[in-house]
């Protein structure tokens, strides 16, 4: 079965240091997604990344960067200068399609999640 | 604007009252999904519909009933409601894989917040 751990429950930081959230994954299939969310304090999901399996370069977008590794499983996540408005729990996700929902759509399974909080 | 609208966004009932929470997206996506988040366990997948009137469980189903009779909206039931049901909701909706490849593949609604005494 599909599975996504974020051993990491919650995180405390000072401002400008950085901060790595990880995330490791359990699949069977050959084809996936990984995605990263942020739920800020008001509640809302955040879209950040989708990486899908074929491709393990990594990505870097502003002060945010994803280390990508399918040899250890692991998807983790990478403040840069972490802000107070970095305050917020992050989700790691993997795609899980059946073959019945590969055409349509695609279910999500989450790790349980990372609060970060970044003092000034 | 794209966007999954859900309503309402906070709740507060009691044990055993009926209450459905409505679901509605405006970009002509075949898939919905509910999930629901607790501490400690991320969000999990509650139902699922492909298409109109084609449904099924997800992970956590128990105690729950959807309905899809137009695309565009996705209902929730709570039959009877139980404490152990008080979480946060989230709607979904995403496009079939194919045609959004460098974009989020799943549009969540805002989140309603159900409490059950």
């Known amino acids: 079965a599909q599975k996504v751990t974020q051993a990491q429950t919650e995180i405390s930081v000072v401002e400008k240091e950085d901060v790595t959230l990880d995330c490791v994954y359990e699949?069977?299939?050959?084809?996936?997604?990984l995605f990263w969310y942020k739920q800020p304090p008001s509640g809302e999901l955040v879209f950040l990344i989708r990486?899908?399996?074929?491709?393990?370069q990594n990505e870097i977008s502003g002060r945010y960067s994803w280390n990508f590794q399918k040899s250890t499983s692991s998807f983790n996540f990478t403040i840069t200068a972490s802000q107070v408005v970095d305050s917020a729990v992050y989700f790691c996700?993997?795609?899980?399609?059946?073959?019945?929902?590969?055409?349509?759509?695609?279910?999500?399974?989450f790790g349980a999640g990372t609060i970060l909080r970044v003092k000034s | 604007e794209a966007q999954v609208t859900q309503n309402p966004r906070y709740l507060i009932t009691v044990t055993g009252k009926k209450l459905t929470v409505t679901c509605s997206q405006n970009?002509?996506?075949?898939?919905m999904s509910w999930y629901r988040q607790d501490p400690g366990l991320g969000l999990r997948q509650i139902y699922y519909?492909?298409?109109?009137?084609?449904?099924d469980k997800g992970d956590v189903p128990e105690g729950y009933k959807v309905s899809r009779k137009e695309k565009r909206n996705f209902p929730l039931i709570l039959e009877s409601p139980s404490p152990n049901q008080t979480s946060l909701y989230f709607c979904?909706?995403?496009?079939?894989?194919?045609?959004?490849?460098?974009?989020?593949?799943?549009?969540f609604g805002p989140g309603t917040r159900l409490t059950v005494l």
């Open positions: 979904a909706s995403s496009p079939p894989l194919g045609r959004d490849t460098n974009t989020d593949t799943q549009y």
């Open positions: 699949t069977r299939d050959t084809t996936y997604y």
């Open positions: 990486r899908n399996s074929f491709d393990e």
């Open positions: 996700a993997l795609s899980d399609p059946p073959q019945t929902q590969m055409e349509y759509g695609n279910k999500l399974v």
């Open positions: 970009m002509n996506h075949e898939y």
């Open positions: 519909s492909m298409n109109v009137e084609v449904t």
